[in-house]
């Protein structure tokens, strides 16, 4: 601990000749924050006004501390003797003062040895802080605490030493000042000594003889008191050769003395002629010892300031590696590393609290326990022994037992020399990889694990790709074997769904396209029936046009017979049997041309039929249009389904990767085979749909063909009526003609009636000959939208044949 001088009951260093006295006002103040400083100039002062003639200067007391009273006292009463001694005091006198100004002297550089003493002392403890700062590792892992706790037992070490020296110092400059201020009263003694014989000299040379002999005793006495005091030294200090070299010295000025007492007689008259050269060269002498107590004063302020920066300078340095240990005491302990300091012998010193973490150890046992303690199941790299052998860093790994299990560290071991080179400890750092090192183990599994999976993968992958080869090349029997395990059974079991709904989506389509061949040729059958019946019917128009045409001329014959008899009715009686026999053959010719009529309306009734039943069979192709039309969107929906699967598939088989490269070559044939058949069914719904045109326009043109068949029907029922009628007729004129001598007026009338009957016959066959030749024409046209609808049935018919062909390509049993 610091030591206040100033305010010790006991003077210090600074206080070697203080005393108390009165002084008068004009003396200086010591108002100084060094009092001693100043008191010593104060009594330099004083003593220099003394030398120069004042003999009244004195110390005052009120101007210096109460600690410097007694030195204060003693200089006044030293300068009292001075003043009023008389100037012929003795020789002996002014050797006393030297011998202990010379004691005084000694006493001071015995001193100024011990404080030199005390200056190599804390000289050898800045070299030793700087030694313990030079051996501070630089890294902040360094093994700080236990160089702090070093540092904090040598500095507290140092501490004592220092205060155990500053007291010696202190005692030591406490009896010099003691023995000065004794030696000072001895010269007082001297002084007054002198100045009674002085007063005495004359008529009093025996009670001067006596005192001298007291004196002398005195002296000795004084001498038994430095022997002691010697020896206190010599026991204290040690210096044995200086104390008995200064016992000698004693020795030599008690004889020197005693001769002196001898000579005192001879030296009675000497002593009175130079008792004012002694006073002068006394107070010469006074003026070298103030000189000399002057630098000596100057020597202890300097030692004095120089002592206070020492102090300080120490104080700064303990404060800095107060710093330093809180500093390293916390990047030890707060460090996230496990840490251990240990010596040479490897007996751990230190550890951090994430040593205790991780070890399951508490502090207070590891600071107590050994590195060999530890349980090494595995040692990797360069341990401990490498850095204590090569005095050099090693880096190392372990596998240690601990009681919170078995860990694996990363051993950084930092060997701390001394500036000898030699070892004085060792810092070990630990990484705990034990997580990273089970991490190691779990990837290296997952590695082996992912390769013997990629392994399944590849052969699985290569299972699918040959099937799809195989898909490919059109055969949809294939099916993707799943085996136990298989990385690819999602993908698989869709690939065989996808190939099984592809077969069945081409088994269908195949189905259809059958169905549409098996339609379309019906249709063409039905076409060929259909243009077959139109080529009938415009036969049996031509005939029923070319049995008109013959009626017709027949009609005309009739009329001209008619005119004939008209003409020749006066010759009816000459030529009756010729009349008879004509009306017999008009009336089998009649008959004829009713049974003609008869056949001509049968025929246009079969006609009638077969239109009908070409209009039903063009409806019921029409509905079969249609219903080809909901199979061919069936099969574009198909595509489009089946196009969408191929995306999905090429999706499926880009997440895949490279594995997936076979699948999505399928997948693009599947898109381009559906896209294909797509386009297919949309040629083929356009065809239909111009085939459900045409047809619809046949139904109309049949529909109309049937109305006027219908119609010339209704006209040929009634020229076979009206032959009918003229049959009749015939048959009755026949029966007339054998009455004709019976009936001449009224066969005129007859005859009128039956021109009328003929005129209407004839304007009946005119208009059933027109409506033939428009039928004909009908049934031209009707054959050639028959013809087109059957062009169209084998276009279907090739068209259902090439995709039966491309659905051949697929095998799918």
Do not use: W
Request: aromatic share 2%.
């Amino acid at each position: 601990m610091e030591k206040e001088y100033n305010n010790s009951k006991r003077p210090g260093r600074k206080a070697l000749f203080v005393g108390a006295t009165a002084r008068p006002a004009s003396a200086p103040e010591i108002k100084s924050e060094d009092p001693g400083k100043e008191f010593t100039a104060l009594v330099l002062e004083t003593i220099d006004k003394f030398c120069s003639g004042e003999k009244e200067a004195r110390i005052q007391a009120e101007n210096i501390p109460g600690e410097y009273t007694p030195a204060a006292d003693s200089i006044n009463g030293l300068l009292d003797t001075l003043a009023s001694a008389a100037p012929g005091t003795g020789e002996e006198n002014s050797g006393e003062l030297e011998s202990l100004l010379k004691d005084l002297e000694e006493k001071l550089g015995s001193s100024e040895e011990e404080l030199e003493t005390a200056r190599e002392e804390v000289s050898r403890l800045n070299d030793i802080i700087k030694q313990k700062e030079d051996e501070i590792p630089e890294t902040p892992e360094a093994d700080l605490k236990e160089l702090e706790d070093r540092y904090n037992s040598e500095i507290e070490e140092l501490k004592q030493k220092i205060l155990l020296k500053e007291e010696e110092s202190l005692k030591r400059a406490e009896e010099i000042r003691a023995e000065l201020e004794e030696k000072l009263q001895d010269a007082e003694s001297g002084l007054k000594r002198a100045e009674e014989e002085k007063e005495q000299l004359s008529g009093r040379y025996e009670d001067r003889l006596k005192q001298q002999t007291q004196k002398a005793s005195g002296l000795e006495e004084t001498n038994g008191r430095l022997l002691k005091e010697i020896e206190k030294l010599k026991s204290e200090s040690g210096k044995i050769d200086e104390l008995n070299k200064k016992i000698s010295q004693k020795e030599e000025e008690k004889r020197a003395l005693h001769a002196r007492i001898t000579q005192a007689e001879e030296d009675k008259k000497k002593l009175v002629r130079q008792s004012g050269e002694k006073i002068e060269q006394y107070t010469n002498r006074i003026a070298i010892l103030e000189d000399e107590n002057k630098k000596l004063s100057e020597k202890l302020n300097e030692l004095s300031l120089k002592e206070k920066t020492e102090k300080e300078e120490i104080r700064a340095k303990i404060a800095e590696v107060e710093v330093l240990k809180q500093r390293s005491e916390t990047i030890v302990q707060q460090n996230p590393m496990p840490i251990l300091l240990m010596n040479a012998g490897f007996d751990i010193l230190v550890a951090n609290s994430a040593y205790e973490e991780m070890s399951g150890i508490s502090l207070h046992k590891i600071t107590k326990m050994n590195a060999r303690d530890f349980k090494i199941l595995k040692q990797e790299g360069e341990g401990l022994g490498y850095a204590v052998k090569n005095k050099t860093r090693a880096k190392g790994e372990i596998e240690i037992e601990m009681p919170s299990g078995i860990h694996i560290l990363e051993q950084y071991s930092i060997p701390i020399l001394n500036n000898n080179k030699e070892l004085k400890n060792i810092l070990a750092v630990y990484n705990d990889i034990t997580e990273i090192r089970r991490k190691d183990a779990e990837i290296e599994e997952i590695r082996q694990k992912e390769k013997e999976e990629a392994k399944i993968l590849s052969e699985s992958a290569d299972i699918i790709t040959e099937k799809m080869i195989g898909m490919t090349s059109g055969d949809l029997t294939v099916k993707a074997e799943i085996f136990k395990g298989d990385p690819l059974a999602v993908l698989k079991t869709n690939f065989n769904k996808s190939v099984e709904e592809f077969s069945n989506l081409i088994s269908d389509i195949n189905e259809k396209a059958n169905i549409l061949e098996g339609t379309s040729e019906e249709l063409s059958t039905n076409s060929d029936d259909i243009a077959r019946a139109n080529e009938n019917l415009a036969l049996v128009s031509e005939e029923s046009a070319e049995f008109l045409k013959d009626l017709m001329d027949r009609f005309e014959k009739i009329n001209l017979s008619i005119s004939d008899l008209s003409a020749s009715i006066e010759e009816i009686s000459s030529t009756s049997q010729e009349v008879t026999k004509q009306a017999n053959q008009a009336a089998v010719e009649g008959k004829n041309a009713a049974e003609i009529g008869r056949e001509a309306s049968e025929k246009m009734e079969n006609v009638g039929k077969i239109s009908q039943q070409s209009v039903t069979e063009i409806n019921l192709l029409n509905q079969e249009m249609y219903k080809i039309n909901e199979i061919i969107k069936l099969i574009r929906g198909i595509a489009e389904q089946t196009n969408m699967l191929a995306l999905n598939a090429a999706i499926e088989a880009a997440r895949a990767g490279e594995h997936g490269r076979g699948f999505a070559v399928v997948a693009g044939e599947v898109k381009n085979l559906a896209g294909e058949s797509k386009e297919a069914t949309q040629k083929i719904e356009q065809l239909i749909s111009g085939i459900q045109q045409n047809s619809d326009k046949t139904v109309e043109s049949m529909r109309h063909a049937d109305e006027e068949i219908q119609a010339g029907i209704t006209s040929v029922n009634q020229a076979v009526e009206a032959l009918n009628n003229i049959a009749r007729d015939i048959e009755v004129a026949s029966r007339g003609i054998t009455e004709i001598s019976h009936a001449t007026e009224t066969q005129a009338n007859d005859i009128n009636a039956f021109m009328r009957n003929i005129e209407e016959a004839n304007a009946l066959a005119s208009g059933n000959l027109e409506k033939l030749e428009g039928m004909a024409a009908m049934a031209e046209e009707i054959s050639a939208t028959t013809e087109e609808v059957g062009s169209i049935s084998h276009e279907m018919h090739d068209l259902s044949s090439d995709l039966q062909n491309t659905m051949k390509k697929f095998r799918m049993d």
